[in-house]
């Protein structure tokens, strides 16, 4: 396999022998260019090639510029993974204007905060998705929206609806397909060339684990330049075709997914919820090569009784990134769902996505203890080679850590953020110095792997001693009959702070709190055993839709349990 790997890597990097800086809407006629027909975007209903798309995106460019957009105006989408995201998305990087993927799950209030502080001009919205009607929700935060006069919100010029769920637009609203009408009759209004690679391209959202969401600045050529490590790293094979129901809205499903299939002309497969059962489906039907997901989103597949019903001989690989997973899942993927090329790894908005993968060779080991190593980015990285360096420093001090000394992990490159939008404060304490500080605990290994250990918002006193969560974490996660485990500190009038062990059971697991306790006592000093101990369902774990669990939530979650006396 390993040498299969390095071919298809040297392939690769002779293709991309010099980096070429370039906007998205450049890059995606550059690759309608060469690609042509070749399918692009894959859905049940209906499949677009790259040619296709980027006419596609031209003409919903002249209808946005008919709109009156113009470079630099910011242009939100509340969108699901449906077919329209990607012409939608390049039409709005035509048109020089800054692109923000919402977060489409977001409730009433989220809605309004971001649509308000990003200055959002015009809104390109489904109608609705699940039990989440936008026309009502924005009657609520916009009135005036549907006409053209929300003065609550007197940056919005204008609404654009794709109708989703059956629901259909106002009448009077411009949709999709009336916006698409409109380039035709305004051709050549939006020419192209109206930003440059190194200006901003797109105004991300952090999932918000310890918070409320920052909108985070990245360029053109930024998010490329992951795509392409990601492509170089895993070892594209041409035309891979990637299934994933992350959503585009965040880095997983847009970078890893979206525009790294693009480097070798590949397809996406993009599912607009995680199912397993449609994943399973959408690997046979589509014949996917590769798929995106979360540790829990694997062991959904892994665990479905319909899994051996489904033929996945064209699936080789898988990215499970977001939060660790132990050996035996690993093990697991491979024995009963074929796939040899497994990957991990670790990132952040703020830096341009994934930083760090382990290599698709790694043995398994090296996949569950660590996150990766620097991927390699040939002339896209630093003079090294490398997408981004790493190193550890001294969390209450800031000096730096000898190598292999746990520390907060900061990293600088060439993907990384310009800062946050209209939040000074918060971009000095993030940015400093060209460094990106990641709240995240860890090491640096001497073979430049990494390894995380914790954050350092986890972290809490018991007694007045510090308890770092991860520790405990991988000793329970470790026990068979424990599927996931997150630790949390609670408030507690004695210690100050309790730990508060959340603990998802493996399927048909008899387990105890009792049990709990009684291993991390054999195993662990006093203070770190955790006082209360609580049983969920995987799908009582508060997470975002990338499914990283929000600890912040879980121990507000665990609070109220406690104080209920349920545990």
């Known amino acids: 396999m390993t040498s299969e790997i390095e071919r298809r890597r040297e392939h690769l990097s002779a293709r991309f022998p010099r980096w070429t800086p370039r906007t998205l809407d450049d890059w995606l006629d550059h690759c309608a260019a060469r690609y042509g027909d070749r399918p692009f975007v894959i859905t049940d209903e209906r499949t677009i090639g790259y040619a296709e798309t980027a006419e596609w995106a031209a003409r919903l460019a002249d209808g946005l510029a008919a709109l009156g957009v113009r470079p630099g105006d910011r242009v939100g989408l509340l969108m699901a993974n449906f077919l329209e995201f990607a012409p939608l998305k390049f039409a709005v990087a035509r048109t020089g204007a800054v692109a ?3 977060n489409y799950l977001y409730r009433q209030e989220e809605l309004a905060y971001v649509l308000a502080q990003s200055e959002c001009s015009v809104l390109i919205s489904m109608t609705a998705f699940g039990d989440l009607d936008y026309q009502t929700m924005l009657d609520a935060v916009a009135p005036g929206w549907d006409t053209g006069a929300a003065t609550t919100l007197p940056h919005l010029r204008q609404v654009v609806l794709l109708p989703t769920e059956g629901s259909e637009p106002r009448d009077g609203v411009p949709t999709v397909d009336s916006l698409a009408e409109l380039g035709d009759r305004h051709r050549g209004e939006c020419p192209g060339g109206a930003a440059r690679p190194d200006e901003i391209g797109d105004l991300l959202y952090t999932s918000g684990t310890t918070g409320s969401p920052k909108g985070v600045l990245v360029t053109h050529d930024s998010v490329l330049r992951t795509a392409y490590a990601s492509a170089l790293t895993r070892a594209f094979q041409d035309g891979r075709r990637i299934l994933f129901s992350l959503p585009c809205y965040h880095m997983f499903g847009y970078v890893e997914g979206m525009l790294a299939a693009m480097t070798v002309g590949g397809a996406i497969v993009p599912q607009t919820a995680f199912d397993p059962v449609r994943y399973l489906a959408g690997i046979q039907r589509h014949r996917a090569t590769d798929i995106l997901c979360v540790p829990t989103m694997t062991v959904a597949l892994l665990e479905h009784p319909t899994r051996v019903d489904h033929d996945l001989s064209s699936l080789t690989a898988l990215l499970s990134a977001a939060a660790p997973a132990p050996v035996w899942l690993w093990e697991r993927v491979r024995a009963e769902l074929g796939v040899e090329e497994i990957t991990t790894g670790y990132g952040m908005t703020e830096c ?33 080679g ?18 292999g000394a746990e520390g907060e992990l900061v990293s600088r490159g060439p993907t990384h953020m310009r800062g946050f939008w209209k939040k000074p404060e918060e971009t000095a304490k993030a940015l400093r110095d060209g460094w990106v500080h990641s709240g995240d605990l860890g090491r640096v290994r001497d073979d430049g792997y990494l390894e995380l250990t914790g954050r350092t918002k986890e972290l809490y006193k018991s007694g007045g001693e510090l308890v770092m969560p991860k520790e405990i974490e991988d000793l329970l996660t470790a026990h068979p009959a424990i599927s996931q485990v997150y630790l949390v500190g609670v408030p507690d009038e ?6 508060c062990a959340c603990v998802v059971r493996a399927p048909g697991a008899d387990l105890s709190a009792a049990d709990v306790v009684a291993l991390c006592k054999r195993r662990l000093a ?17 997470t975002t839709p990338t499914g ?12 109220k349990r406690i104080e209920d006396g349920e545990a």
């Open 352 to 384: 341009g996505g994934a930083m760090t993968l382990t290599l698709p060779e790694d043995p398994l080991e090296r996949h569950a203890g660590t996150v990766g190593r620097p991927k390699p980015a040939g002339p896209a990285g630093l003079p090294d």
């Open 548 to 559: 990283k669990v929000q600890k912040f939530r879980l121990a507000q979650y665990a609070q």
């Open 100 to 102: 923000i993927p919402f």
């Open 526 to 542: 006093r203070f770190k055993v955790p006082k209360h101990v609580l049983f969920l369902d995987a799908a009582e774990l508060p």
């Open 386 to 403: 490398t997408l981004a360096t790493y190193k550890a420093i001294d969390p209450l001090t800031g000096e730096d850590l000898p190598p």
């Open 494 to 499: 004695r210690w100050g702070d309790a730990g």
